[in-house]
């Protein structure tokens, strides 16, 4: 199982990977699209998502994306589909 920094650390390479923004400079309070630039669908769904998926090595579950709006959602819905056992 995951744990919680593993999440994070996770979290915080996906982005790195999609967006080239080093890890070191994203926040938890980050805004994906407001402070990381992430402003289309395409640069979340194929780039973001594949690239968190990549360094996890499962497969996330659609659900509850909708309310995911910083780097800190990102986490709290992945701790979460791992606490729901959906990872």
């Known amino acids: 199982m995951l744990?919680?920094?593993q999440?994070?650390?996770a979290v915080l390479q996906g982005v790195e990977s999609?967006?080239?923004v080093p890890r070191e400079r994203v926040q938890l309070t980050d805004h994906?699209?407001?402070d990381l630039r992430m402003d289309t669908d395409l640069a979340?769904?194929?780039l973001f998502l594949p690239?968190?998926?990549a360094v996890l090595?499962?497969?996330l579950s659609n659900y509850g994306w909708d309310g995911v709006f910083s780097v800190g959602d990102v986490v709290?819905?992945?701790q979460q589909q791992r606490d729901n056992g959906m990872l």
């Open 3 to 5: 744990t919680d920094q």
């Open 7 to 9: 999440i994070e650390d």
């Open 18 to 20: 999609a967006l080239g």
């Open 32 to 34: 994906l699209i407001r």
């Open 44 to 46: 979340f769904n194929d």
């Open 51 to 53: 690239a968190l998926e």
């Open 57 to 59: 090595r499962v497969r």
């Open 76 to 78: 709290n819905l992945v």
